[in-house]
């Protein structure tokens, strides 16, 4: 049982170039999501899926795009990577979508982060 | 909208002692909170999940409590050690409007000292 995987680890980027963080879990849980980390901002949500085929955007959204094809895969893609966008992003999911009720259910997990660095 | 606030922002004590983490959130209409620790350069990993109709859960020396009413949660940490070092976030989820959105506190950087 890996629990949520990230990869890469680490990304180095030119301004402008594209890529995907891959995030991947094998709990089959309904709930993934993508959140940025910053220096004195904390932990902010990119976009959240509730199961295969359905997402919503999150509070920073803008510049990053998600799709949900399985239950056990959440990729997050820059179109056009820019310097703002230097961060630590964490994938983590959860059984239920965080509203319901539920002892266990809610307790989301992360992954191990992916750093990325755009120039 | 929901916001989180920890207070203080770090924490510094001797090992062995006991030591309170604080939590306060402005909109009480609330699901459940959890507790996280996060090591540095390392992912977050869950605590403690307080659903909104207990008043505190337990496990091992940690012990988290929830007051809707007032707007607040602590984290109690009993025997502090050197390996409790890390940040300790609370993360609720948002509320009204926002479904399925958790909202995180800045966290709290704590360091036990041997």
């Known amino acids: 049982n890996a629990g949520v995987t990230q990869t890469p680890k680490f990304q180095v980027l030119k301004t402008g170039q594209s890529m995907t963080l891959q995030c991947a879990q094998d709990m089959n849980h309904e709930y993934m999501s993508w959140y940025r980390q910053d220096p004195g901002m904390g932990l902010r949500l990119i976009h959240y899926?509730?199961?295969?085929?359905?997402?919503d955007q999150g509070e920073v959204p803008n510049g990053y795009n998600v799709s949900r094809s399985t239950t056990e895969d959440f990729p997050l893609r820059l179109l056009s990577a820019a310097p703002s966008q230097t961060s630590v992003y964490f994938c983590?999911?959860?059984?239920?979508?965080?509203?319901?009720?539920?002892?266990?259910?809610?307790?989301?997990?992360f992954g191990a982060g992916s750093r990325l660095t755009v120039l | 909208k929901q916001e989180v606030t920890q207070i203080p922002a770090a924490l510094s004590v001797p090992e062995g002692e006991n030591l309170v983490l604080n939590c306060s959130f402005t909109?009480?209409?609330?699901?459940?909170l959890q507790w996280f620790r996060q090591d540095p350069g390392k992912g977050l990993t869950s605590l403690l999940l307080i659903q909104s109709s207990q008043r505190e859960q337990t496990s091992g020396r940690l012990n988290a409590s929830l007051d809707k009413s007032s707007g607040r949660s602590t984290l109690y940490i009993a025997a502090s050690q050197p390996g409790d070092s890390a940040t300790y976030l609370c993360?609720?989820?948002?509320?009204?409007?926002?479904?399925?959105?958790?909202?995180f506190g800045k966290g709290t950087l704590l360091t036990v000292n041997p």
């Open positions: 909109d009480s209409a609330i699901y459940n």
């Open positions: 899926s509730v199961g295969a085929g359905i997402t």
């Open positions: 993360a609720l989820p948002n509320s009204g409007g926002s479904n399925y959105k958790l909202t």
């Open positions: 983590a999911s959860s059984y239920r979508p965080l509203l319901r009720e539920g002892s266990g259910a809610n307790v989301l997990t």
